[in-house]
Each structure stands twice: as C-alpha cells, then as structure tokens.
C-alpha cells in the first residue's frame, strides 16, 4: 500500500522549522488570507498546485518538498541506518551509506535554503529602513 503524503501537513512542518507563524504565512500570500484560513490549509492532504507555488515562493522552499517529504519514511531510514548484530556483549553495527548520503544531501539543502531565508529577511529589512527614512 503506498503511502500518501500529507501536504498540508508539509506545510505547516517547514513553516514551524522556519519560526514562522500561522499569520505571517497569511500576511506573505494575501489580503483574502488569514491566520484561520493557513490553520485550514494546513489540515488538508492535497493542496492546488498553483497555492502550492505561491506558498513554496513564500517560504522559499520548492514544491516538490511539501509534494514528497513523508515524516515516518525519513524516521524509517534513520531507523534503518543502522543495524543491531549483537552478539552477547559485542556490538557490530552495519552501516548503510545510502540514507546517509541522502540526509547530508537533505542538509546542505536545508543550509542553502536557510542561507537564502537569511538573505531575504535582510533585504526585507533595508527595503523596510529604506521606506522609513522617506516618511
């Protein structure tokens, strides 16, 4: 039986991993949007790819991350990672490199990602000071 992910779920698991709350996700996508409005998003298994876009260009995460992160398939590979061959007081662990190969890939994704987060907060703030030095 294949697993199905759950966007909205998606959604609100990178928005928390980000500190960004409910409302300014809402104040990011729109007037028509609002704290209430983002709690229901996130309740829902399959978002419209176009909201999807909006909101991926909002938290600056891609698509495919809400589309295709499954929490308890990543707790399996950890799980997995690692393999109990004991033998009374020994223990000889297997390692697999795969998972491993593809959690540092996931890392530097997110160290990208957090780089850009930093930039763009940054530029927000002198368009900020800038609109508030011409008042």
Known sequence: M?????????????????????????FDLGEEWNQKK??????????EDDLLKAISNTLKIPVEAFQNFDE??????????????SNGYNYYPTFNVNPVEKWIEALDEIKRLNAELLQAKDDKIKTLEKLLNKE
Do not use: P
């Open 72 to 85: 308890e398939q990543a707790v399996n590979i950890i799980s997995n990672t690692f393999n109990d061959q």
């Open 38 to 47: 983002i709690s229901l998003l996130e309740q829902k298994d399959v978002i």
């Open 2 to 26: 294949e697993q199905k992910i759950h966007q909205g779920r998606n959604v609100k698991r990178f928005r928390e991993m980000l500190g960004i709350k409910q409302e300014a996700l809402a």
